[in-house]
């Protein structure tokens, strides 16, 4: 039996929702109700936000998890999220090549146009990625010692995504495999993916304030440089929702899949080297905060 469908937020209310560590206020457009975590069957309610004052190309599908009612308390929590942020929000980097699929600010559009119809996404074929199963447990693990345990990757990492990609670039003994221009857009388009989708969708709510605390440490630096294997994986379990979101044709999203494939296999067998095995304790007052 599945949980009672029971939604927090309806259409047209005015919200707060994070994106990334800060809160902005939003109004939901639509509402519904989605596989959340493919890896443990978890289902709930998503929204469809509009935040005030940004370009449509700016509105996006969010959990529950991410929006907050509008009321005195939550308005004064986004006002400390943003005393507490060091500078202002980091315009979103281009991707190049064809993986410039989720950069869609710079394509035109009359005025009633959707940047990303959801008639048109529900028709595109399913993406798999399949995950190792190894890797899979990775993933439980992570989310057990993060939400359950109460526990945080240490940061920075070594080895950092940049490292990790640039590892498994030398790990082609083919020179020209290393040099193919396919090969070596898909690694900027990877990292290119990760630092859009850290902030926005591949933290626990636990862990957002480490992420303002280390961005405050590290400035200058991409999220990339900071973040390393265990956050990257979970991108790669997001790949095949991002890229049904894009406007690839069928042919690169082929090859964008055999690579991820293939760095997927490569991440299974050098896991010890690159994923860790131990996540630190989160400090009674990082807890306390959390809790605030």
Known sequence: MSKQRQMTFAENENVLCFHGPLLYEAKILKTDWRVL??????????????????????????PESRALKLNEANLAKQASLKDSYPGKKKAIPKTSGSLDSTDRGKKSRTKDTSVDKEEDFTKRPEIKV????????????????????????????????????????????????????????????????????????????????????????????????IYGGEHLLRLFVQFPMLIAHTQMDQ?????????????LKWMQKNHKELLLSEYENASPAYQSIVKS
């Open 37 to 62: 975590d493919p890896l443990h069957g978890e289902e709930g309610p998503v929204y469809l936000v509009h935040y005030r004052g940004w370009k449509q190309t700016w509105d996006e599908w969010v």
């Open 130 to 225: 399949p995950i190792p199963d190894s890797l899979k447990a990775q993933l439980v693990d992570d989310w057990e010692n993060i939400t359950k345990n109460q526990q945080l990757v240490p940061l920075p990492r070594t080895p950092n995504v940049v490292q990790i990609l640039e590892m498994y670039r030398e790990s082609k003994k083919d020179k020209k495999a290393k040099n193919d221009e396919v090969f070596q857009e898909v690694l900027a388009g990877i990292k290119t993916y990760f630092d859009k989708c850290l902030g926005n969708m591949l933290l626990y709510r636990f862990e957002r304030q480490q992420y303002v605390d280390v961005r405050k440490k590290n400035v200058g630096k991409e999220d990339s440089e």
């Open 251 to 263: 042919d690169s999203i082929n090859a964008l899949r055999e690579n991820l494939v293939s760095m």
